[in-house]
């Protein structure tokens, strides 16, 4: 393998397994000549059958059913961590420490101790590491993202975000997984806190409310079995940050009606923008001398990411924003240090993991807590 | 007089006395035969020939200066208090204690002991009252609270709301009134808090960032002269509700881009409801069995108040949320008692005045505050 | 009566009626002080307990039962009919004739040679005539009007303009007038169409199909007896404008789910903007240089007619056009010239009635008509 | 190969070409396993370099410079025809000739005589034939069509459709393509008429003005040398259908501000959806006893296609279109029958060319035109 073909192996065959096998294949034609390149070398799982249908299906030249197995393959530059929440910092240090670049799905850890350990070693490791947190690279959240940095929406006040869903609305449906201990909070909110750092910056202090409503449901496979469900359900928190702003974070999967409804919103003192997953090729940009929200569908050419998909207009999906993720975690694996991260480091993954805690913290004691990395 | 015809008598000929008279005006032609019937005696105001202009441009009979004058009015039965906040709990006090019925606008009072002397000698007195929230009036907000109470929703998980203007997001605007002190939050807020209540029920604990983004502006009439503005401009808060629910609550007036957007969203475990002052008479409301949101313009015969008004699709305006709000406190003067109280009583009131005060408390300590009345 | 206040006489104390005698009473409020004043002199119509009854809520002086005498009454300068179509010409040439200004609703006449008649007379007659095309009136469709004309939007290529109501989708409904003759073309079509000129200019030809889906249905009264309705019920058109512009007129009171839905479109070499009846506050404009639709409250004092309402954000309903309309109409009776003629004259109301025909031919030719008038 | 694996051969790499390409690898991971599956044996191109590396790119296994050459290849059963819109009736016609199954790019052939020729041989020779109609496949659309076709909408009375780009809005720019003869009405139009057919039925007449509002502009690669551009760039049409429908056509790439817009309206006499390209995943349904429309995110597992993508609200991008396009594609060259034919066959493609043709005729000739086909 040359230095110009990247190997990959991707931990997980399940939901994300699936999305970022795809997006290696998307890319390398959409972004064509990627380079590096990749070649989907193997891709682990615990079910022999199943990671071996996986391999055939997602096109890897082969599977294993012992992770480590991939993390000691030479043929294998960078390692794609899409299994479940508690392989994540095990497989992270250890292809951290066998010198491979990483890219980790999040929650990047179940702890800020394991997340600040992936965190340490990925700097001393000086591989390039990721967490996969893809809302960013919606083009339109990278425009508002550039035009909250830039200071056309002048001095920023305040930002509202909230993930909504409703898929566990119904207090009769089982929880869909086996661990029942990680909420919305991680799942879901570690996105929505992913996002107000790279729109708004640095948070100061932050309060939340973090409660299971449903604290029972029936066993999955087991309907007529009712059991303790104790993770999050549902979280609201007030932020205010290290610029003065303010902000609040609402996360919900007990949202019925609401699909997969993350937005958000930032208010300047010139300007201001909002956006929604659900419709996630437009920008709403209200700017100084303007007299209303324009409603901007960054598809153009010149817009982010753009240079790889399809004419203005021809809107991109859900699963682009994992492609443009992938696209961008392999090139910073280059020798030229890139004109703007857009990425989540491991730096990025720890904090978030540090103010996710200081949620739950806060909720606990009724009391706002200071945010320290 | 009869007890037929009320005699009015409203304090204060600003945006507000302007708006309320008006009210008067059409809601005896749109709700006709009003029952009671209103007749506009006198206006009372600081100016003598602003308020001469006011009662000729209104149409009341006559005009004072004074409006202790107003209150000892035998001719009035009903006194309006539309004058600025300072005003409030003094005009009211005196008119319950003359037998009057009291329509105060929002916020209630400057201080929760005020508010709380105000509902006691309320219910004393034994007269009608309410505060001016006249966002509980719009037709689909009604709907919005009914399908909350009757279970249509499932059991109530989350409340966003969110009051956000752009009138001060820029630093070089006065502040439009000689009194700097009292800012967002009891001004909007005061809005949001009791929609909160209307939809949702009872808050058991807050916490809130309570900020002034613009700490010092140029002062109005001498834009050379900049001078301190202490008042809060910007205002994130977390709700814990009695019936277990969570919420947000966002008020700004520093919100670029715009203009009078009051928007809630109350998500249950069965259905969800969304609704945008800017386009007041149409609820979105999710519903079991149902795969979205319908859009729904409130503005059917058989809907709150429409009774009064045009057929469907013949939109309301802003205005006519204070006429609906006027009818409901004029109806509710008369003997018969009535199926359901929409207006805001003094009660209402002084528990937005707790609220408040208990969102700002909870800014200054850090730790969220439990509500007690 | 001086000439500083004009009597006013309404024929007619239906739903027009009522939404004529609330727009005088508000406009004299709103934009006070009102130059010229009106006084609500006389109402006429043919039953005597309900007139007098309008009279009474609607704040007129006095009533009567033949319109004829309305006329004849030298208090009244003001002749506003809003009575049924078929009489409308009689009374406005009769006013006409008797030098009063007039104010007809629409359609203005039930044939051509009416309106011809009707439009003759007013110029001759020398004094104020307007037809009652309120839509004019929303301050977001003035906007509208002013890009196209001013060449914001570059060389106006096509116009699209939809009045849509689901009123008498269902087939069991009664038709709701005595009348069965006068069908959806005249009555929202005539909006349509006289948008399309306000918006665009002249047509040059048009070609349509006017169609009525459901050509029986039960009588109003007697739902066991099925009559035939003659009325037409649908129409969709094709237009070619004199200054190159296509457009597409769809008409329809027979669409499940419409309330009072009118919109328009109107695209340029440089720049768009569309509308909507239900949201009327709001203008969507793309404009040079921009990237997308800006999405507009006019609600802003400077905004056309704001100067009488309230502050930005704080929208108006479907009855402040009729008062925007009436206001315009009672200025231009004034002896100063007005920068502007933003109020349907009869030319223009017969130009309307012209165009109509002109689509009924078509329809019946198989041919598109050429528009001469 | 084996009954199982189709070869395929795709003429043309333009933007068609890499889109179709791009489906084949994005169905056999989504729709896994595929069956038949199918290989991507060879593209075809004029241009050596670029074929070769579109070949690259797509990952075709070869490549050739002359299309007859794909025709004769015995590895290719499949041969997909992506090239301009003059290769498109010879190609399929050998292609079919050849007993090759065929999928065409829009519009189908450039004279109604080539679409019948086509759809003649392609009758005739008894493969699977299908016009690249993609807008088909939005499975929102495909509700849309159901709910039309099962009589949730009771009795179809209007159909409105507009197809909106504002690429050519700017005469200053150069027509995109050497070939400046078939304008907006065959490229964007076609579809637009598909669509009417796909969700009302067959059209009875049709009368619409073709224009060419920008008659010349500068030649593509020579700024300033200015050429006739004799293509149509903005049509309206009207329609009767033969169910009694009236439905409105409008296709313009001269409408600035416009990206991608492509809209549909159907009302009936018990309910109405909408639909619109740039938010691709919802429909808006009004449904009898309902109070409005109902905004659908058509993104659940059960909706159509949906089993091979992603979660509820996890969106789908304009490139998934064709991916269902051509799965449907696929698995109808299977001996089996399907259930429902819901791509476009060569029948619908000719039928389509016979509508285009009808409005261009009126247009020429001032009358309506009966469609026959």
């Known amino acids: 393998m040359t230095a110009q073909t990247l190997g990959v192996g991707v931990i997980g065959y399940g939901f994300m397994g699936r999305v970022h096998s795809n997006a290696y294949h998307q890319i390398r034609r959409a972004f064509w000549p990627l380079s590096p390149d990749v ?18 299906r997602f ?20 390692i794609d ?18 010198g491979k670049h990483v890219l980790c799905e999040k929650p990047m850890a179940l702890t800020v101790d394991d997340a600040r350990a992936m965190r340490n070693l990925a700097v001393e490791a000086g591989r390039t590491h990721r967490v996969a947190f893809n809302y960013r690279f919606a083009p339109a959240v990278i425009m508002a993202r550039r035009l909250a940095a830039d200071g056309s929406l002048g001095q920023i006040n305040h930002v509202r975000i909230s993930y909504l869903q409703g898929s566990l609305a119904n207090a009769e449906k089982p929880y869909p997984w086996d661990d029942r201990t990680t909420g919305v909070l991680p799942n879901l909110g570690s996105h929505a806190i992913d996002l107000a750092r790279y729109l708004v910056g640095e948070p100061r202090s932050v309060f939340g409310f973090v409660r299971n409503v449903h604290p029972v449901r029936p066993l999955r496979g087991e309907p007529r079995r009712v059991v303790p469900t104790t993770a999050d359900d549902l979280v609201v ?42 419709d996630l090729n437009r920008l709403h940009v209200s700017r100084p001398g303007g007299r209303g929200f324009e409603n901007i569908l960054v598809t153009e050419p010149a817009d982010p990411f753009l240079e790889g998909w399809w004419p203005p207009g021809h809107i991109l999906g859900w699963e682009h924003l994992h492609a443009n993720l992938i696209v961008e975690f392999i090139r910073a694996t280059g020798s030229e240090p890139m004109a703007e991260t857009l990425g989540a480091t491991f730096e990025d993954g720890y904090r978030v993991a540090v103010i996710t805690e200081a949620i739950e913290a806060s909720s606990r004691s009724g009391r706002s807590v200071d945010i320290a990395y």
Not at 59 to 78: K, M, N, Q
Not at 81 to 98: K, Q, R, S, Y
């Open 39 to 56: 070649r989907l070398v193997a891709i682990a799982g615990r079910s022999q059958p199943a990671v071996a249908a996986a391999a055939a």
């Open 59 to 78: 096109g890897f030249a082969r599977y294993e059913t012992d992770w480590h197995r991939l993390i000691a393959d030479p043929e294998i530059d960078v």
């Open 81 to 98: 961590i899409c299994a479940w929440h508690d392989v994540h910092a095990p497989a992270a240090l250890e292809a951290l420490g066998a």
């Open 237 to 278: 928190a007030s932020i205010e940050f290290e610029n003065g702003a303010l902000g609040t974070l609402e996360v919900s999967w007990v949202a019925a009606g609401r699909k997969n409804q993350l937005t958000f919103e930032v208010n300047g003192s010139a300007g201001s923008v909002y956006w929604d997953l659900e």
